[in-house]
């Protein structure tokens, strides 16, 4: 359970959740739920988020992650994990914020997908017949699964549960008069996407989901978030970067676009864009070279 020194865990805890928090396991789990082999700074970025979480190193971590790198099954793996090791960590409720419908539909789609894989495989990966991944479509869905989880957790029997809404909906009249126990906002772990476009200077939005989801009940800390993004802007790394010894704020963890060019993961846009648009104009794939061929299907 987590405790009040900061986030941090027991001993038992960190040992436990230690000795499931290892490459090998987080590259089975998304092997698993992805059936595909994942890339190295997916296990990379999800061993080190887990293990800071775990050791209450700090509780806001901004993953920086190119475009088309495979950013959301990371997501669907902290989130797996996380109700995986719900005792060990602590946490029972993950609400992944979005800020546009149709990413919030996309995601979900994903993550649901990813975590019913493995909700049905076999031990050790199996998750518990209650754990579940939910969408609150309107503002008034969102407070009663936020209220769902509260009354599950005063009665002693934690709901494992991820909950996919939009950020503009924090900021509705159905939630005006909403606010959660102490008890679930330290419970409870926030993973909003697209932070660059949609958090900048932590404003009314931000403020908004900050405040129904019980920030201002954990003072001095704060709740935990996994905030991801294809673009580290400045208000991004303000709102969620890390502090390092030098003073400069950064992202937790990266996997920028140099990289993801240079091991082909994506396409480099300063050289390959003209050439790709001019591929698709031309209107006969059928004369194709293998390599435009290829460039065409990636």
């Not at 088309?68 to 099954?73: D, E």
């Not at 960590?89 to 493995?118: P, T, Y």
């Not at 031990?123 to 609150?136: D, G, T």
């Not at 606010?179 to 697209?194: F, G, N």
Request: net charge positive.
């Amino acid at each position: 359970q987590r405790t009040g020194c900061g986030g941090c865990l027991s001993s038992d805890s960190m040992n436990s959740s230690a000795s499931w928090v290892r490459r090998d396991r987080i590259r089975k789990v998304l092997e698993l739920g992805s059936q595909r082999t994942p890339y190295e700074h997916q296990v990379d970025g999800v061993v080190n988020v887990l293990k800071a979480i775990a050791a209450g190193i700090d509780r806001r971590f901004l993953l920086y992650y190119a475009p088309r790198t495979g950013k959301t099954l990371v997501q669907a793996t902290i989130a797996y994990s996380l109700l995986r090791l719900r005792q060990e960590l602590g946490f029972s409720l993950v609400i992944v914020v979005n800020d546009r419908e149709a990413l919030d539909s996309q995601s979900f789609e994903v993550v649901n997908d990813f975590i019913l894989k493995l909700k049905f495989a076999p031990a050790p990966w199996s998750l518990p017949q209650e754990a579940c991944v939910l969408r609150a479509d309107t503002a008034v869905e969102l407070r009663q699964l936020l209220e769902a989880s509260q009354r599950l957790l005063q009665a002693g029997s934690p709901q494992p549960m991820v909950v996919f809404t939009t950020l503009q909906k924090f900021r509705s009249e159905s939630l005006a008069g909403y606010l959660p126990t102490a008890e679930l906002a330290e419970r409870t772990l926030v993973m909003p996407d697209e932070v660059h476009r949609s958090h900048k200077e932590w404003g009314v939005l931000t403020r908004a989901m900050a405040r129904v989801l019980g920030a201002g009940l954990l003072p001095g800390k704060g709740l935990t978030y996994v905030a991801l993004t294809g673009t580290p802007s400045s208000a991004a790394l303000d709102s969620f970067g890390t502090k390092l010894s030098d003073g400069i704020t950064a992202p937790f963890h990266t996997y920028h676009l140099g990289a993801a060019v240079r091991e082909g993961r994506v396409l480099d846009p300063r050289v390959e864009y003209f050439e790709v648009r001019s591929i698709l104009a031309s209107g006969d794939r059928g004369s194709l070279s293998s390599m435009d061929a290829g460039r065409l299907q990636r």
